[in-house]
């Protein structure tokens, strides 16, 4: 058991976990407390004490159990998609308050020389850059989610690499290249977030997807 299996198990078992006077101080059930939590608690003891120091409220803003249950309607897989396709997408720029970024065109090289359409939006002080795209339909201009996220991450201070797929949108203007199906999607994830370090952006990087684009950034 690592460390964050360890918390988690003391998270579910409801025992407490905080720091007084330098000292590692812990709350809870005594019939909980068995020799071996002890001992374990010893083994992870200045791990822990690190982890607490650097955030103290830790085990009372973020509790490390698995007891989290979301709301009705995130239960029903069916109407969140319903909603989503039929609604969501004609109406989500009323519900955000974010402005568009200011994205700049560019043509990245993808995997094997093919030419790939993006947009960029680098803020002055970037604390990192999101490169993301869709699944595998669409294009940039209607795939609301992911511009939805391109506001979300750039008000927030991080570039914004969106990019079409092969065969879709504006890439697909560009050259004869046919969609690959995710087999070479993935190597242009590596390609364009190279094509934008050249650019400005910033790292760490991040690769983001919605379905299959998800599966590629992973």
Not at 124 to 152: A, S
């Amino acid at each position: 058991m690592n460390l964050i299996e360890f918390l988690q198990d003391l998270s579910r078992k409801g025992i407490k976990l905080w720091v007084k006077d330098g000292r590692l101080r812990t709350g809870g059930s005594q019939e909980v407390l068995t020799p071996d939590l002890i001992a374990q608690l010893k083994q992870y003891k200045v791990d822990i004490l690190n982890l607490l120091r650097d955030r103290p409220n830790l085990f009372n803003l973020n509790p490390l159990s698995y007891s989290y249950q979301p709301p009705r309607l995130l239960k029903d897989g069916w109407k969140m998609t319903a909603y989503s396709g039929l609604r969501a997408g004609r109406h989500w720029e009323k519900t955000i308050s974010e402005p568009e970024p200011p994205y700049q065109e560019k043509i990245f090289m993808g995997a094997g020389g093919v030419p790939i359409f993006g947009l960029v939006a680098i803020p002055e002080h970037p604390r990192g850059t999101i490169v993301g795209t869709y699944g595998i339909v669409g294009d940039l201009d209607n795939q609301w989610f992911l511009r939805l996220l391109g506001r979300k991450a750039f008000s927030r201070g991080y570039g914004v690499v969106l990019f079409d797929w092969r065969a879709h949108g504006k890439t697909a203007e560009l050259s004869p290249a046919l969609t690959s199906d995710g087999l070479y999607e993935g190597a242009d994830f590596i390609c364009i977030a190279a094509g934008s370090k050249k650019m400005g952006c910033q790292a760490p990087f991040w690769f983001t997807g919605y379905s299959l684009g998800g599966q590629l950034a992973l």
